[in-house]
């Protein structure tokens, strides 16, 4: 089984999405976040201030710093700043 470079709880879970707290370390190795796609639409939000990066295919890094939509199948990876990263990821049904 392949660790996965975060923890998560589910926040909420309705007929339309599933609603999760998701904190990627600090100390995690910039190698752990690979490039991949989900099989839903997904937005994110961060939780706390962070200069943490998402990165989606043929687009420039952007900081995660308000709601970012990632469409199904789209590859995108985050990319490492300081500090944990807490976002909440609302995974749409």
């Known amino acids: 089984?392949?660790?996965k470079p975060?923890?998560?709880s589910i926040i909420e879970e309705t007929e339309s999405a599933l609603i999760v707290e998701r904190?990627?370390?600090a100390d995690l190795d910039w190698e752990e976040l690979k490039w991949h796609w989900d099989e839903e639409d997904r937005t994110i939000?961060?939780?706390e201030e962070t200069d943490w990066e998402v990165q989606l295919d043929d687009q420039l890094p952007m900081r995660i710093d308000n709601k970012?939509?990632?469409p199904k199948g789209t590859f995108h990876r985050a990319i490492k700043g300081t500090g944990d990263l807490k976002i909440k990821i609302t995974k749409h049904k």
Request: aromatic share 20%.
């Open 1 to 3: 089984m392949e660790l």
């Open 68 to 70: 970012i939509f990632i």
């Open 45 to 47: 939000e961060p939780i």
């Open 6 to 8: 975060y923890t998560e």
């Open 23 to 25: 904190t990627f370390r």
